[in-house]
């Protein structure tokens, strides 16, 4: 039997296996309500009146798996631009999951993601994260799809 101190998360043992999976999943849910047109989005900025810019590009798109890139971006003295968080999503469509698969925040440095520990302090973040993007009203609305691409799927006729 489990002691008091034991608690599940997301119906799973903490820091196990069966439980990042879940923490995946539910990235991908809230992922998906951030950006419902993931699928046709390749680079975007979410603007809410006071808050910083929400930016998301799109790395690598496959059948199964989408690879993007979220972040805020601050300015830097010399003039350039510091993204914080530099998180690196990969999206497994099939699996209806979504994985921090590098996250360089400078106050930690990166090279988190070779532990389960590692992919648990990551994940969490992602997770934490995307519910506060979305508290603060971010969100990417679909891109609105070419003419000929709605019409197509309307008529399998058009060419």
């Not at 971010?138 to 070419?146: C, E, L, Y």
Request: proline letters at 7%; charged letters at 25%.
């Amino acid at each position: 039997m489990l002691g008091s101190g034991y608690r599940l998360w997301h119906g799973e043992a903490p820091r196990s296996f069966a439980g990042l999976m879940a923490v995946y999943e539910s990235n991908y849910r809230r992922l998906l309500v951030l950006a419902p047109g993931l699928d046709t989005l390749e680079a975007a900025v979410s603007r809410v009146p006071g808050c910083l810019d929400l930016h998301l590009r799109v790395l690598e798109r496959h059948r199964y798996t989408t690879l993007l890139h979220l972040t805020y971006y601050f300015d830097e003295p010399g003039g350039g631009l510091r993204a914080d968080p530099d998180l690196t999503i990969r999206v497994y469509h099939d699996a209806r999951q979504a994985e921090a698969v590098a996250c360089t925040r400078p106050q930690r440095g990166g090279g988190e993601g070779c532990t389960l520990a590692g992919r648990w302090r990551m994940n969490r973040f992602l997770e934490k994260w995307l519910a506060y993007c979305l508290a603060q009203g971010h969100g990417f609305p679909p891109a609105a799809r070419p003419r000929r691409a709605r019409l197509a799927a309307a008529d399998p006729a058009v060419p």
